[in-house]
C-alpha cells in the first residue's frame, strides 16, 4: 500500500454487484432429480436454510455458492429408491449454467 495509510479495509469473502445475484435455493428447488425437487421445501430462502426431507441446500457468502448434499436423502441399503451422490452432483451442476 505504501506511505502511511490510516485505513485499511478487508474482506473475508468476495462482493458482487447485486444484479448478479443468484439465488440458489430457488434454482435448487426448480431443479430434481428423479422427480424429485433438490431443494423442496424452499425453507429460508434467504441464506442456508433447508428441512430435514430437502436432498440439497445452498449456502453463500458474496459470490460463492457452497450448495451441501444431506447424506440422509442418499441411496442406501435403508433408502434403495433415493438418489446416489452422483446423481445429486450432476443434478445440481446442470441447475447452474457455466
Known amino acids: 500500500m505504501g506511505g502511511n495509510p490510516t485505513t485499511f479495509a478487508g ?5 458482487a454487484p447485486q444484479w448478479l445475484a443468484v439465488n440458489a435455493n430457488a434454482v435448487l428447488f426448480g431443479a430434481s432429480v428423479g422427480g424429485a ?14 428441512a430435514t426431507t430437502d436432498t440439497t441446500k445452498a449456502c453463500w457468502a458474496g459470490g460463492t455458492i457452497q450448495v451441501y448434499v444431506n447424506p440422509a436423502r442418499l441411496q442406501s441399503t435403508a433408502n434403495p429408491t433415493f438418489p446416489t451422490y452422483e446423481q445429486v452432483r450432476t443434478a445440481v451442476r446442470n441447475a447452474f449454467p457455466r
Open 11 to 15: 474482506s473475508d469473502h468476495g462482493f
Open 37 to 50: 425437487s433438490l431443494h423442496a421445501s424452499n425453507a429460508n430462502a434467504a441464506n442456508c436454510g433447508a
